[in-house]
């Protein structure tokens, strides 16, 4: 079966495949090669579409029957590589070439010669490639210029010249050699026709070398290599008459033929003066990309920008480096801070009172908590973050900020009530009960059923008229434990004070008073409540220096005064408390630390009993003095000095009747 070799098409995907039948050959699936697949089914049937041609038998080669559209690989390649594929040598070709008269060669200019004897007519059963015989000669079955289908054998070859004539039935008896399509051979004798130029490996070193190839195709080869690659169509600019290989040849062709040119033909041997200035930029229009250029003809690689719209700041927290546009303000600021919700901001259940703020304070709930109010916002939330920093976040805890406050709390972050020290009865039974003080102070209360009684008179000097008493008093208001109060444990107390503070108590007088505000968990206080445990008791203690001695009672007070400060925090860190802890044996807080407060009053002399009177100054003694008048003086100073006495006693016993006292 004679066949076209030719440039390699654009093969299926997964290359040749075995032809069907004993053959070893290799076949390509032409229904996948538009240059082989007549968009019309073409089969060369007038005013018909089938059979199609890829169900139309042609020729048989090597016992395969091939068909009208069907090509082969040369010498069975594959692979990477290869480049050359064969196509049978039948109809449609055949047809064509006999409308216009033309013999096997195609009356192309690459041709040579061949004889063929004739040996007879083929049956109906035959193909093109067919085995045959006659005349004691086998041979092939073949077409001849008529249509007809004769057995025939090719017995000599020659060149284009007839200079280099190949006796083959003498070189090669043993081989048959078919003869050319389309030849005149119909009847006996032999035929001197044109048929193409025989293919094969020209590299006399290769194992596959054919030494009756006329033009080489590296694929027969072995082993690919080109041999005398050049033009071989003698008309061509590049002709080369000692070329073997087909290359591309080059014609006289009109076009550009400026290489810079944006239309420049590289084949183009005539300038024509077509060419066209080459003009790069982005021709893409506006509103795909930001740099149209509408002189642009020839567009690069990287020429166009196209419009992407985004956030293109770097600093933004959502810059997109792909941006190329921001038009609507894309960009959102990178602004790190809080971003948990304060009360203003967050959405709360309804009837909720989470946030404890001036402003959002439930009607029943007016007091602050004793450890703050304290929810799961925050009080340093801000609308512009766009970063949330968890370390820039301060929870919500509502309180008092104010360090003046007694209920000031140091943790809280969002000022709600505070209550300023203010002292008086916040005994709801007392006649004076004052629910606006912030103190308690029970001994200002007054009852309907008290009687109150004067109080003694001060006693002064014997003679004197009146005096001036002193009074530096030292009043602080603890949270303790009330039942560690003990009579030993305030005894122990008093004499701390009266040594820390360096007290003369041969010439002034000292008291301790420790007297209770409120029980743990009392009721009855209920205009504020503790900023400390509920099992801790309010209790004012009271520390007096009193006597007629100015100095002694001034040092006392100044001594008093640097220890304890005026604030809770002095007042806390003071001897005043430290001494109460020890003596009590349990810890101290102090709610309230108010200065020292300072007194005097002028103390007359008392009355003497009906009939009595002070007795006249001591005169000078005098030698005439008797007995008996010293005597009277002596007796009248006893008398006296027993009144006193019984008074005095009378009075500290009325005192430590009304209130626990600790006498110096």
Known sequence: MPYFVHPNPMPHPQGPIDAPGPSSKKIYETRHLPAFNDPYGHNYIYASNTPAPTDIVVGVDAGMQVYMDQVMSVNNRTGPGTEFAMTPVADPYLTEWQKRGFSGDGNGQIFAYATCRWLGHCGGSDWPGSSCSGFGLNGYCFKSNGGSLECG???????EY?????????????????????????????????????????ISLDANYDPLAEVHVPDYCATRADFKKGCLLAGALNYDPLAKQSAVCRWGTSGCADSTALNYNPLATIDNGSCKPRVTGCTLPAGVVTNPNPLANSPQTGDCVLLIEGCNDPTALNYDSRATVNTNSWCIPNVPGCMIPDCATATLPAGADYCNYPGHVSSTNTLVHPTGYVVGLSSSYSAAVTVHVASMCTQYRSGCTDPSAINYDALATVSTHCYLLDYGCLNPLASNYNSTKTMHWASTCQYPTDAPSPPPPPLTPVGATENLKFTATKTSVVAADYATFTGA???????????????????????????????????TNSGRRLQTSTTLDEITVTYTVSGFNAAAVGSAQAAIESDTGTTVSSGQNSQFSALLAQATGRSVQVLSNPGVASTTVVVPAPSLPPGASYP?????????????????IVAVVVVVVLLLGAGVGFVLYKRKQAKPVYPA
């Open 153 to 159: 054998r090719a017995t000599h070859l020659d060149d």
């Open 162 to 202: 007839g200079e280099s004539p190949i006796d083959l039935l003498a070189s090669y008896p043993s081989t048959v050699f078919r003869c050319p399509v389309a030849n005149p051979a119909k009847t006996a004798g032999s035929f001197v026709v044109k048929r193409m130029k025989a293919a094969g490996c020209m």
């Open 489 to 523: 444990a305030m005894a122990a107390y008093k004499a701390s004070l009266d040594a820390v503070y360096a007290v003369d108590v041969n010439s002034v007088d000292t008291e301790l008073r420790a007297i209770i505000s409120s029980f743990a968990g009392s009721a």
């Open 616 to 632: 006249p100054p001591p005169n000078a003694p005098s030698s005439s003095s008797s007995d008996d008048s010293t005597g009277v």
